[in-house]
């Protein structure tokens, strides 16, 4: 049988078959959300249709406020959600339909894969916070650091068997030599790799904003490097090697590059950003198995 090349997996995005789309409470959210001229109510009578979000909104508002006993917890989804703000709101909606859209793709390990994924994000979402980046900015490193390694999904479920065998054969791989880095191996096997496949599947099927695509896109620079990296790939490069050097890995075993304090200082870090970054980056990996546990 001739293997799947980058043309057929691309068509597959394109022709969606079996893949897992956009529910349909959560492209109208975002569609509203992202209108800025529609009120919060009508976004909260949307919400209301999806207990599941109602209930992670809640839950984050009330986190907001801490142990403070003094404090009345929150138990209106009106006020929860004016409390969490809009983008707020999409950041939970986007991560609760993420991380159900895939569970049935069985060639990854789940659990391992969101704690990655997780702690990418918080880590993503906290250099943009040292950086002094924009509440938006943040939200928006958060959801790239989330869907930064989707494809590694999208493989698993259009190629299940393929990729089974690709992952089984390079499991354990210890060579630091850059042809077996993960997306070179891909990129051999298959003609694209998972950061390209997963941007492809995010362009087609979810209507977010291009530089979380961007994002995803480049966050492999060995393979994908364009002249002027992104900035918000930079965010994630360093936030997904950070989580490999703690060994949060994302399910599929093989060698990466260690940590290096360059990747924080091409986001033109100073000393005291990396020493907080460096600080505060381990409490979200914790944060992140505690999550997925």
Known sequence: MPRTNAAQLLDMISARGDLPTMPEVVSSLLTLIDNPECPMEEIVRVLKTDPALVGRILTLSNSAEGDNPRQTRVSDITIAAAKVGREGIRKIV?????????????????AMFWRHSLAVALNAQLLSRILGENENSQHTAYLTGLMHDIGLLVFGHLIPKSYGNFITRIAGNRNPSHQYQLCLMEDEAFGIDHARLGAAYIEEWWPIDRTIIMGVRYHHPEVNLPGNLPFIAKLVIASDL????KHTHNGVNVYRDPFDLHCLRVLDMDEKQIERFLDMAPMNIELAADHVS
């Open 242 to 245: 950070f989580a490999h050097s």
């Open 94 to 110: 986007l991560s609760t339909s993420l991380m159900e859209l895939f569970e049935h793709t069985k060639k990854i390990d789940q």
